[in-house]
């Protein structure tokens, strides 16, 4: 899995690429987390064009950065 992050206007997009797996889902988990609570970030966008496999725990993940914005 590959993540990169850039910005276009007020958003930051988390460019993800390959399987977000049980073994790389905590990589996910910590960008999103410290773009949406270390750092304040108004909008998130999770780019999931290039993921061909989520598992449980990548989908977690993804529920957690959620919660976090919504709680910000």
Known sequence: MNLLTRQSGDATIVDVAGDITVYR??????????????????YVIVNLTQVPY???????????????????
């Not at 996910?28 to 108004?42: A, E, F, N, S, W």
């Not at 989908?59 to 919504?70: D, H, M, P, W």
């Open 25 to 42: 889902s905590p990589e996910l988990r910590k960008i999103l987390l410290d773009l949406i609570k270390d750092k304040k970030t108004h």
């Open 54 to 72: 989520i598992d449980s725990a990548g989908v977690a993940s993804l529920i957690e950065g959620l919660k976090a914005a919504r709680d910000a």
